[in-house]
């Protein structure tokens, strides 16, 4: 009990239970935590690359890595460990989910898998479409500096181990969407632009800003057309 008041303690906090605003794990469900120390340095699955699942219920199962979590080691694989998530009817904009009924229903939506649990496809059985996913060779990679271009310049590359030519290539990047800006009677035309107000000489006198990036950074004294004292140096 307080001294001042007759109101119990509790009466006064602001918070009044750790469950006030929580979200409820059915909705965004608790991500595990994993200790700094234990999280992956360097990864050697990117987003893009298409993956062979080795354990649990995806056992076999290929498909392409859709994002990655640097801070709990695990991916989300296309197509691959399809999961089911409870949400209410109202975060669906979809006609055929609308049409449920209830408080609460069941979606499709991707599980992570942990990395450990997913390995590289030999590349030659990639490009294969013949070989069914079960029999695949999955392989090791590892980081290695290769001379790609023959020319001597050392690359870093994934190269499946217990190789040194066998490569595993980068995914193609994301094609950035295309920025359309709207002309407006603003902008500055590309020949404005590009045509020359200033001619380059070397002759004196030269502006003085030009002069004060020409003069030693690094010197005490450096000449300032703001000081007209201060000396050349």
Known sequence: MSKNSDKPLHMFRQVWSKFENRVSTRLKPQEKWVHPKDRIKRWKVLEGDTVKVIAGDAKHQVGKVKTIDMFTNRVWVEGVKMGRNTSPNEISNSPSESEKKGGWWLRPTLKAIHVSNVMHIYPDDLKDNSIPDKEKRRVRVKWKKVDIDGEGMMRWRRVVCGTD?????????????EYNQEKSPWDTSKELASEMTWSISKDYPLPPGVIDELRDRHKPWRYNYLHKNRPFV
């Open 165 to 177: 030519d066998v490569v595993i290539p980068f995914p193609p990047r994301p094609e950035k969407p």
